[in-house]
């Protein structure tokens, strides 16, 4: 699960990368840390990989029973070496990637997702701290087979060092629901169409990177959409 102390410090090092400094390291020393620009992950059955400039954070990463969270910032700032690729916006991008799923697949559930994003129960799944009042869902669109979800969210378990307005994609990879997120940083936030932009560019990067080969779904869900309450439930952020 992402930890508040390590999201404040990756949103701290993104800052000081983007400035061109070098900095102290995120545990207070300056020797260089691992910094993949890919992982493999879910029973190896899905890579997550970023746009240009972005690397995966192995600290922040879990992979485990089938499922996984990625998180991902600014190769310089990760790897804490001033001379690594740097991302052109300040962003953390972060990856949920669900268990094998029999549900309905996202490019053919667009309509039902608005409906249910829309609702108490879409914005409770969003919210950090499960309350539907702390969210404001700003906008939702469909395009090339992902579901991308704009809002803003005012909760109180708000992660130190993020920004309350991110973009969210949903989409399927490999018989999985793929849930990619791009956060903006308080003290640097992103205009919502170079955060959208990223996203795209996330999401088209991971679709790239993973042939899909999953037979399709048979099986669809009997109440509403229960499957995305159980990925949000999952997903730390």
Known sequence: MLRHFGFALLAATVLTACSGTQ?????????PQPAPKQMRVANKDVLIAGPKGFC?????????????FVLLGSCAAIANVRSKPRPKVPAILTATVSKKSTNPPIADSMQTLAVFFASDAGRTALSRDGKADTIEVIETLDKNGVFYIHARDSSSDTLVGAGDEYWRALFDVNGRIISASVFGLKERPIPPKAG??????????????????????TERA?????FLKRLFKRNPI
């Open 196 to 217: 959208f932009d990223v996203l795209q560019g996330f999401t088209s990067r991971i679709r790239a990177e993973n042939v899909t080969n999953a037979a399709p779904n």
């Open 56 to 68: 995966v954070d192995p600290t922040e990463t879990r992979d485990e029973g089938g499922s996984a």
């Open 23 to 31: 900095g102290v390291g995120r545990l207070g020393f300056t020797l």
């Open 222 to 226: 009997k109440s509403g959409i229960p």
